[in-house]
Nanobody
Framework: VQLQASGGGLVQAGGSLRLSCVAS????????TGWFRQAPGKEREFAAG????????YYADSVKGRFTISKISAKNTVYLQMNSLKPEDTAVYYC?????????????????WGQGTQVTVSS
């Protein structure tokens, strides 16, 4: 499985961005995708996740109410809509995939990773 993340950029505080993660290769509906982010000097952290089967979504408290994760199964694509962005959302955002329907918030559970896309929010 290969993951391609895109959609990052520079935006002012209060603005919006939509990230995309396209999966190719051997995919399965018994899978989960997570978006993680890593700010400079900090560890990578979970932001949001979605089950491919059923579409259940999960969010970190820091993004709840501002970010929305969704998917289009026919396109093997997961999106992260980010609204009301704050400077503290500045990070490299990674999408990751694991087989199995549980969304985990720790990166060790994910076997496949995209290359990361930079999100910068200016104040």
């Amino acid at each position: 499985v290969q993951l391609q993340a895109s959609g990052g950029g520079l935006v002012q505080a209060g603005g919006s961005l939509r990230l995309s993660c396209v999966a190719s290769g051997r995919t399965s509906y018994d899978a989960a995708t997570g978006w993680f982010r890593q700010a400079p000097g900090k560890e990578r952290e979970f932001a949001a996740g979605i089950r491919w089967s059923g579409g259940n979504t999960y969010y970190a408290d820091s993004v709840k109410g501002r970010f929305t994760i969704s998917k289009i199964s026919a396109k093997n694509t997961v999106y992260l809509q980010m609204n009301s962005l704050k400077p503290e959302d500045t990070a490299v955002y990674y999408c990751a995939l694991r087989y199995g329907s549980t969304v985990h918030s720790t990166e060790q559970w994910y076997s496949y990773w995209g290359q990361g896309t930079q999100v910068t929010v200016s104040s």
